[in-house]
């Protein structure tokens, strides 16, 4: 996690990945390439539902979406209120590897922490999904997140 308070926003994830850029990993939006689609989502692993729209997309080399939690979800007692999050996934080459960044804004700053373990865990999850191995205990790993995220949350008030 990357302390940016200055742009507004906190870089949560930055995965170098070993594998094919251009051969294995694409950014796209659903089913359009141009912004403004919309769509649903489930994160089952979260049991979360909402709504996404589609800001920009360039494959493969980045993707913006906002999304919102419905509120159906939110009432089943997790989470902050839902709120607007912009999520920006950018790739670059670097040799033989990519570089993936994901940069999350507009997360209740009073919850941050938890958002930023989240996406680690999100993050190193499609790492080892990428790498062919098993996803590992989230529930450890979120114990083992949540201290130092809220360490470097303090710092940014």
Known sequence: MRDDA?????VVA?????????????LTAPHR??????????LESDDWDGTGRVEACE????????????????????GAP???????????????????????????LDKIAFYGAGWQI????????????ERGDTEARWGDLVPPYQELAASIG
Not at 91 to 108: C, F, H, K, T, W
């Open 59 to 78: 494959p493969p080399r980045r993707l913006l979406v906002t999304t919102r939690e419905a509120d159906e979800s939110w009432l089943k007692g997790r």
């Open 122 to 133: 999100h993050a190193e999850n499609l790492a080892a999904y990428l790498a062919g191995r």
């Open 82 to 108: 839902p709120f607007d999050e912009a999520i920006e996934a950018t790739v670059s080459a670097d040799g033989d590897q990519a570089i993936l960044v994901i940069e999350v804004r507009g997360m209740p």
């Open 14 to 26: 930055h995965v170098d990945i070993a594998l094919d850029v251009a051969a294995q990993l694409r």
């Open 6 to 10: 200055e742009q507004g926003h906190l």
């Open 33 to 42: 390439q141009d912004h403004g689609g919309e769509f649903r989502l489930y």
